[in-house]
């Protein structure tokens, strides 16, 4: 535990995962604050940082934006200097899986190296593909539409709830053990996506199906609704690597943690589902 604890900061506090650790915080009696567009707080802005680091000690690091070309060293890395010259003594970097086989033109690799040279308390989460985004993001219209097309084919991944990250996020950000790890956080087993909606699909009383299509196609689909074509690229190349078999291994990092197995898809499910988080 840091002495004479301050604010926690979290930046993209009003995520999928942020607001979760923001909940986990409170319930533990941890000051914390948001930093997002909405209160002020722009990556692209370096003059809103200030206020937002001031009176911090640890801060939840996210990159929200992975497109390529984006000067890297004028957001994270800059930051994590900034925050560290305002007085934040430890910092949780919100990656992704597998990170660390790519090379250096991965777009959270600049990131993740700030944070280790940062001279600082740090650690990094790596999780696979969130359940969550069945229910509260970019699957959820197809989950509502009953059928679910993505170029996955019969790939199996181990999605991981961002209940589990925000649980593991909140006790690095509080917790002297989790100095230097990097957690590559996943289910406890890798399942396909016709799997997942068949799960969903009973859970919810209805039909919903999971259609491969071609990944140009689906590339070319997401520039007809206004993705940007790079982003497009690199989204269904992540969705590739699950119909490819390069994203089914499983990992102990929400166990090496939290001391317990990760939630299981069936579990994330059935409270979705009563939640009626699934339209």
């Given at each position: 535990?840091?002495?004479?604890?301050?604010?926690?900061?979290?930046?993209?506090g009003?995520?999928?995962?942020?607001?979760?650790?923001?909940?986990?915080?409170?319930?533990?009696?941890?000051?914390?604050?948001?930093a997002?567009?909405?209160?002020?707080?722009?990556?692209?802005?370096?003059?809103?940082?200030?206020?937002?680091?001031?009176?911090?000690?640890?801060?939840?690091?996210?990159?929200?934006?992975?497109?390529?070309?984006?000067?890297?060293q004028?957001?994270?890395?800059?930051?994590?200097?900034?925050?560290?010259?305002?007085?934040?003594?430890r910092?949780?970097?919100?990656?992704?899986?597998?990170?660390g086989?790519?090379d250096?033109?991965?777009?959270?690799?600049s990131?993740?190296?700030?944070?280790?040279?940062?001279?600082?308390?740090?650690?990094i989460?790596?999780?696979?593909?969130?359940?969550?985004?069945?229910?509260e993001a970019?699957?959820?219209?197809?989950?509502?539409?009953?059928?679910?097309?993505?170029p996955?084919?019969?790939?199996?991944?181990?999605?991981?709830?961002?209940?589990d990250?925000?649980?593991?996020?909140?006790?690095?950000?509080?917790?002297?053990?989790?100095?230097?790890?990097?957690?590559?956080?996943?289910?406890?087993?890798?399942?396909?996506?016709?799997?997942?909606?068949?799960?969903i699909?009973?859970?919810?009383?209805?039909?919903?199906?999971?259609?491969?299509?071609?990944p140009?196609?689906?590339?070319?689909?997401?520039?007809?609704?206004?993705?940007?074509?790079?982003?497009?690229?690199l989204?269904?190349g992540?969705?590739?690597?699950?119909?490819?078999?390069?994203?089914?291994?499983?990992?102990?990092?929400?166990?090496?943690?939290?001391?317990?197995?990760?939630?299981?898809?069936?579990?994330y499910?059935?409270?979705?589902?009563?939640?009626?988080?699934?339209?």
């Amino acid at each position: 535990m840091l002495d004479g604890m301050k604010d926690i900061l979290l930046i993209g506090g009003t995520g999928k995962t942020g607001r979760r650790i923001v909940r986990h915080l409170e319930s533990a009696g941890q000051q914390v604050r948001t930093a997002s567009r909405s209160s002020g707080f722009d990556l692209d802005d370096p003059g809103t940082w200030a206020p937002a680091l001031d009176g911090v000690i640890a801060a939840y690091v996210v990159e929200p934006d992975l497109r390529p070309g984006v000067n890297r060293q004028e957001r994270i890395p800059r930051l994590v200097t900034e925050a560290v010259e305002a007085g934040v003594r430890r910092l949780v970097l919100l990656s992704a899986h597998d990170v660390g086989k790519f090379d250096d033109d991965h777009p959270l690799k600049s990131a993740e190296h700030a944070v280790r040279g940062s001279g600082v308390g740090w650690t990094i989460l790596r999780p696979t593909w969130f359940s969550q985004n069945f229910s509260e993001a970019f699957w959820l219209p197809g989950i509502k539409h009953g059928t679910l097309s993505l170029p996955t084919g019969d790939g199996r991944t181990p999605f991981v709830d961002a209940e589990d990250i925000a649980e593991v996020a909140a006790s690095a950000l509080t917790e002297d053990r989790h100095d230097g790890q990097e957690y590559q956080l996943a289910g406890p087993r890798a399942i396909s996506f016709g799997e997942a909606v068949d799960l969903i699909g009973r859970a919810t009383g209805r039909t919903i199906r999971h259609l491969d299509v071609d990944p140009d196609g689906y590339v070319e689909h997401q520039v007809a609704n206004g993705v940007p074509r790079d982003v497009a690229r690199l989204l269904t190349g992540l969705l590739v690597s699950v119909r490819e078999g390069r994203a089914a291994a499983l990992s102990d990092g929400v166990e090496r943690a939290l001391g317990r197995p990760a939630r299981p898809f069936e579990e994330y499910v059935t409270e979705a589902a009563a939640a009626g988080a699934f339209g």
